[in-house]
Nanobody, 119 residues
Framework: QVQLQESGGGLVQPGGSLKLSCKAS????????MGWYRQAPGKQRELVAS???????NYAESVKGRFDISRGKWEPTVYLEMNNLKPEDTAVYYC?????????????WGQGTQVTVSS
């Protein structure tokens, strides 16, 4: 069983920065994608950023140039550096890892961490 533990959320003023961390435990497939999603009140969950095991990244248009995703070199961790935060970035941020192995798809989520951008 895979577990994901997020940390680093909080309250920040507009223009500020936060860094989210997520550590995975359990049997993570070597080619797993790791990433971050967010869900604001009344909205659907959306992809923020993801990174493949090979280092390819994918960002939502709304965060390009402001957010940076990275993965731990030796541990199954993923980070999200968030800069120039805006009130519209306010949401619960969820860590995700997923992969395909043969005929099976695996998809795991963290419990979420709240990010609030407000003055």
């Amino acid at each position: 069983q895979v577990q994901l533990q997020e940390s680093g959320g909080g309250l920040v003023q507009p223009g500020g920065s936060l860094k989210l961390s997520c550590k995975a435990s359990g049997n993570i497939f070597s080619s797993a994608v790791m990433g971050w999603y967010r869900q604001a009140p009344g909205k659907q969950r959306e992809l923020v950023a993801s990174m493949s095991s090979g280092g390819s990244t994918n960002y939502a248009e709304s965060v390009k140039g402001r957010f940076d995703i990275s993965r731990g070199k030796w541990e199954p961790t993923v980070y999200l550096e968030m800069n120039n935060l805006k009130p519209e970035d306010t949401a619960v941020y969820y860590c995700n890892t997923n992969w395909v192995s043969g005929p099976y798809e695996y998809d795991y989520w963290g419990q979420g961490t709240q990010v609030t951008v407000s003055s």
